[in-house]
């Protein structure tokens, strides 16, 4: 039984920093590939970061530079850290994952079978 669960969103200033958490359970990061999205609102969901299981990275141009995607194996905990946040940063995130499938690509929101609730995120 797969679960993911987000931690670690709040309220911060602009330029602000944040790290979220998803704790994952009923697979290993070896078996799936993972992934932040998020949705503001009034507007879609949208892919922040994932990371192959392994190990390669992707940022989207939004958050490059300023966001790190990691993860923890032992602890089977994916990381965001969000540095000189933005108000446009503000939405909810939600961690995903998904094992390896070749029907679409890792950088489309249909890839990801499993998501967790969503962590809130307000940047002013």
């Known amino acids: 039984h797969v679960q993911l669960v987000e931690s670690g969103g709040g309220s911060v200033q602009a330029g602000g920093s944040l790290r979220l958490s998803c704790s994952a359970s009923g697979f290993t990061f070896d078996e799936h590939d993972m992934g932040w999205y998020r949705q503001a609102p009034g507007n879609e969901c949208e892919l922040a970061s994932t990371?192959?299981?392994?190990?390669?990275?992707y940022y989207a141009d939004s958050v490059k530079g300023r966001f790190t995607i990691s993860l923890d194996a032992a602890a089977n905990t994916l990381y965001l850290q969000m540095d000189s946040l933005r108000p446009e940063d503000t939405a909810i995130y939600y961690c995903a994952s998904a094992a390896y499938n070749s029907n679409w690509s890792r950088l489309e929101k249909r890839y990801y079978k499993y998501w967790g609730q969503g962590t809130q995120v307000t940047v002013s």
């Open positions: 990371i192959r299981r392994d190990g390669a990275t």
